[in-house]
């Protein structure tokens, strides 16, 4: 019995399996809130642009 636990003790890919699921989780929540960062940006300058173009246009008829 001591000898398993012992082995259980050294025993360490277990642990190794959960750090690296655990930074490909921030990895991608990084990622996730970059990307919707750069969206809300995008969004923005397209709306500017948008609202330039067709402000750009009205002269009227002559």
Not at 9 to 38: C, H, P, Q, R
Request: hydrophobic share 45%; net charge negative; aromatic share 6%.
């Amino acid at each position: 019995m001591n000898k398993i636990f012992a082995r259980f003790v050294k025993d360490e890919s277990g642990a190794t399996a959960i750090e690296y699921g655990l930074i490909a989780a921030l990895i991608a929540l990084a990622i996730m809130v970059g990307a919707g960062n750069l969206g809300t940006t995008l969004n923005s300058k397209f709306e500017d642009i948008s609202t330039q173009v067709s402000g750009a246009g009205g002269g009227g008829g002559e």
